[in-house]
């Protein structure tokens, strides 16, 4: 299954890795792997499929450890060692700090390499590896980053298939997100067959979404924004907590959907956050300072001049974005349990 994500990118569903695995490229002599652990079984896969480059193999931390201004200065270091020019390749290989880094990176070095990501996890493969944001995190979630499209994004479908039963619940909170503004066959995916939804099924139908969206609106400076449903406060939440993305994701779309019924008349919330809940996502935060809370809030990339803008629903499948008040976020935040 092959779909385009904007004016530069290429994502490959299927099981197994694509043969050769990289883009054609003149003159690409090396490749730097940015490495998460627990991706060391795909190595053997990711050489073979090489061909002549020269593999540079640099670990990475797990999670958002990965996604700070030590480890970038690392790899920058490693960039430089090697030799990587401006027709090799930056290849990230893990869950979706490791493609923010990659794509980072890529963005970056000699104002420009070619990136290609592999998502090994679920959140990965439907959100973070598709659209072509970048970044890292200082002060917030992605306050220094880039939008620097992948040529190629590569999902295996048997990878994801092998994640611990854990990873994958995370992210499906993605997964039901997309369905949620973009596709409600997805949300009803997820109600007939539960965390067990088929991959086929969900995972290409999600990818369609996002890639639909980030043609129209690469930078997003209008209907891009529509995939930050549950961030505004979700993101609040894993910066101030250390939470898990997709927990987090989860617990921001129980805040959305209580300011979308407040400000829409949207009826189906009890709907949604019993949805999460049957998933195993969290629908309550765990115990934050509430002002460090909206101190985070209220410094979100989301805000304009006229406020803080939100995603919100008036119906499944139909997002609106909206410009909410302090009382609306404080409605959101005590649905979380924060008040």
């Known amino acids: 299954m092959r779909y385009l994500s904007g004016p530069a990118s290429e994502v490959l569903v299927d099981r197994g890795l694509p043969d050769p695995l990289l883009p054609v490229r003149e003159g690409r002599r090396k490749v730097l792997v940015l490495s998460q652990p627990g991706t060391d079984f795909l190595a053997p896969a990711i050489v073979d499929r090489l061909d002549d480059v020269e593999p540079v193999v640099v670990p990475v931390p797990d999670r958002d450890e990965a996604k700070t201004l030590g480890v970038l200065d690392i790899v920058y270091h490693r960039c430089a060692e090697a030799g990587i020019g401006r027709h ?147 993101h609040a939440v894993e910066f101030a907590s250390g939470l898990a993305h997709g927990h987090a994701v989860s617990i921001g779309m129980v805040a959305a959907v209580t300011v979308s019924e407040r400000r829409l008349g949207f009826n189906h919330k009890d709907e949604v956050i019993s949805d999460l809940d049957a998933l195993g996502l969290p629908v309550n935060a765990p115990e934050v300072d509430r002002d460090h809370l909206m101190s985070l809030v209220e410094r979100d990339k989301k805000i304009d001049a006229a406020g803080i803008r939100m995603v919100l629903l008036s119906e499944i499948g139909e997002p609106v974005i909206d410009h909410v008040t302090t009382a609306d976020i404080a409605a959101g935040l005590a649905a979380i349990g924060i008040s």
């Open 88 to 234: 090799d390749t930056i290849l990230g290989v893990g869950g979706g700090a490791t493609t923010d880094l990659a794509g980072f990176v890529a963005a970056t070095w000699l104002r420009g390499v070619e990136s290609v990501l592999l998502p090994t996890t679920l959140l990965g493969a439907v959100d973070a590896a598709i659209g072509g944001k970048t970044g890292i995190n200082l002060g917030g979630k992605n306050m220094v980053g880039a939008f620097w499209p992948p040529s190629r994004v590569i999902v295996d479908l048997d990878v994801l298939d092998s994640l611990p039963r854990d990873i994958k619940v995370e992210g499906t909170a993605e997964v039901y997100k997309t369905g949620l503004v973009g596709d409600p066959a997805i949300v009803d995916a997820y109600r007939d067959h539960g965390i067990d939804a088929p991959l086929e099924l969900v995972v290409p139908a999600a990818i369609a979404v996002k890639t639909s969206v980030v043609i129209e609106d690469l930078r997003e400076s209008g209907r891009r924004a529509i995939l930050n449903f549950g961030h505004t406060i979700g």
